[in-house]
């Protein structure tokens, strides 16, 4: 069966239909700049391009990188504020299907859809207890699992650790932005997921966004993590195949997506402590004073 799936991201909305007996796009996916500013209209024109592109007409799953309860976007942290309190699911509805909603969406937060699609068919396929999906790029996501059921909307990446906002020391973009070394932004997503699993005790986290794709770059330097750590097997994908798994729940059942990640608009709406890594005040790459 293939549904199409939408990741829209702080820097790119991409897409394409995705074959769910598989766990894999269907077709190559297309991929549009995210407009700025990023409002709710500039952003549905995007996401109508890519639909567009593909000719489709059946239920498309969108992402979102923020919270969001019933179709409704509560958060916009790396989007236009025009995004809180605003009914996503009806509006790329009404924009898709030539005006006429004939396109049913679904709508979640981004790293729940990576999460979703990790759990079912990449690397937390099988595995219980507390498992989290963290995606890189450009804020932190994070999707928490426990014995394979989502507890949707955690939004990790906005924890505080030594008086900063985790993504904004931890993130890909400030990787890039700040232009530091493999083993320099190691240092900081260890002491992030240090700080994580002190709060949550998982057994595996998984590292997501498309800085997966260069896991050895990094994995390997970071130390002192007591759960097991590895690499996104869906890599940048996941947020893709994770809405498209959402819209088909969705229109199969008839109501909200899975464990509470989302809502659909249009036809079918209705335990041990990790070690605190290095010391701040020795390290050539402490937080918050580095690099």
């Known amino acids: 069966m ?14 394409a239909p995705v074959d769910l007996e598989r766990g894999d796009l269907a077709d190559e996916r297309y991929k549009v700049l995210t407009p700025h500013p990023s409002t709710p209209d500039a952003v549905a024109d995007c996401v ?23 179709g409704v976007t ?6 236009d504020t025009g995004w809180v309190d605003r009914n996503a699911a009806a509006l790329l509805a009404g924009r898709l299907g030539d005006g006429t909603g004939g396109c049913p969406v679904t709508v979640l937060n981004d790293a729940d859809a990576a999460g979703l699609a990790e759990m079912h068919f ?10 989290i999906v963290l ?12 014995d394979g059921k989502l507890v949707p909307n955690t939004e990790l990446g906005h924890l505080e650790l030594h008086g900063h906002d985790a993504e904004k020391r931890a993130s890909t973009k400030v990787k890039d932005d700040e232009d530091l070394s493999w083993q320099q932004w190691a240092h900081r997503v260890q002491k992030y997921l240090a700080h994580v699993e002190m709060l949550f005790s998982p057994r595996l986290f998984v590292i997501g966004g498309g800085v ?33 798994m959402a819209a088909r729940a969705a229109t199969r059942d008839g109501a909200a997506a899975p464990a509470g990640a989302g809502a659909s608009a249009g ?11 290095p010391d701040a005040a020795t390290s050539q790459v402490g937080w918050p004073a580095d690099p």
Do not use: C, M, Y
């Not at 509560?74 to 989007?79: G, I, K, L, M, P």
């Not at 990449?122 to 498992?131: L, Y």
């Not at 330097?221 to 890599?235: D, K, N």
């Not at 036809?267 to 890594?277: C, L, T």
């Open 48 to 70: 109508r391009q890519v639909v567009e592109h593909f000719g489709w007409t059946g239920p498309v799953g969108a992402t979102f990188p923020g919270v969001v309860t019933d």
């Open 135 to 146: 995606t890189f790029g450009t804020g932190i996501g994070s999707a928490v699992f426990t």
């Open 122 to 131: 990449g690397a937390g396929r099988g595995r219980g207890g507390t498992v």
């Open 74 to 79: 509560r958060t916009a942290a790396n989007v």
């Open 267 to 277: 036809p079918v709406a209705a335990a041990p402590a990790a070690s605190d890594g």
């Open 212 to 244: 997966s794709r260069k896991a050895a770059k990094f994995l390997p330097l970071i130390e002192g993590i007591r759960a097991e750590i590895v690499p996104a097997q869906l890599q940048n994908n996941a947020g893709i195949v994770g809405a498209a």
């Open 2 to 15: 293939k549904v199409f799936g939408v990741d829209i991201g702080g820097s790119g909305i991409k897409g």
